[in-house]
């Protein structure tokens, strides 16, 4: 059943239909990461701040418009995580839940890893997909931001400065790009919804928006008022596509 029509069943019906479920597969966009801090010169810390994730934008909007239907919201967003562990994760993280809806979000990470690996990133795809959907779980997948165009000047230390170099040699290089590019393909073949947000942060980019401050950690990390949009633009692809 489509998600918007069970959520209309379980407004009109609280007592058959209790609850509804939307489980998040991600990386620490998902989980709500934001400002990275830099512990003992190497190791890097992310700062994190659930409330502000689009998880949980999702579950405050949707409780604004289902006000009698109990949302359950499965964050499983993991720090540094790629597509293929994610669905080494499904069956603890995900299924034991039977959700309702999933949305998968992968490629910020998974691009660090070169061209070359784009083939393994579009099978992982298509797993956690076939896995998904041979469940008959409403499956939806989630582009992501743009990396760093450039190193910001309030990025002092010289690790996170490399990071940021790195980073943005691949986002120029149009390597991020690639990626959702053959996650799109996949989700062609799958008949997976799709929330395309990268091609918005392209547009802002062209338009003269400096889109790296517009990253909470000048990396990777979108701030808390985008994942606001975010939460809005994947429920217009939930509810009304």
Not at 82 to 96: K, N, S, T, V, W
Not at 219 to 233: D, Q, S, T, V, W
Request: glycine share 6%; hydrophobic share 40%.
């Amino acid at each position: 059943m489509h998600f918007a029509e069970l959520l209309k069943k379980k407004q009109e019906n609280m007592s058959d239909h209790p609850s509804a479920t939307i489980a998040f597969l991600g990386d620490s966009v998902t989980q709500g990461g934001f400002e990275c801090k830099l512990i003992d010169s190497d190791e890097l810390r992310t700062m994190y701040d659930y409330k502000s994730a689009y998880p949980t934008r999702v579950k405050e909007i949707l409780n604004l418009l289902y006000p009698s239907v109990q949302i359950n919201v499965i964050n499983s967003g993991i720090a540094g995580d790629y597509a293929p562990e994610g669905f080494l994760r499904l069956e603890r993280d995900i299924l034991p839940y039977s959700p309702d809806l999933v949305v998968v979000s992968y490629g910020l990470n998974d691009c660090n890893k070169g061209e070359a690996d784009i083939e393994e990133y579009q099978k992982a795809l298509q797993k956690i997909f076939a896995a998904l959907t041979g469940r008959g779980i409403e499956t939806v997948f989630l582009t992501q931001n743009t990396m760093d165009t450039a190193v910001s000047p309030y990025l002092k230390e010289e690790f996170f400065r490399g990071l940021a170099k790195n980073m943005a040699k691949l986002q120029n290089a149009g390597i991020l790009k690639k990626y959702f590019n053959a996650a799109r393909s996949v989700c062609e073949e799958y008949k997976i919804k799709i929330c395309d947000i990268y091609p918005v942060w392209e547009k802002m980019a062209q338009i003269g928006i400096n889109v790296t401050e517009l990253l909470a950690n000048k990396l990777n990390h979108p701030i808390r008022e985008f994942h606001y949009y975010i939460a809005i633009k994947l429920l217009e692809t939930i509810l009304l596509d």
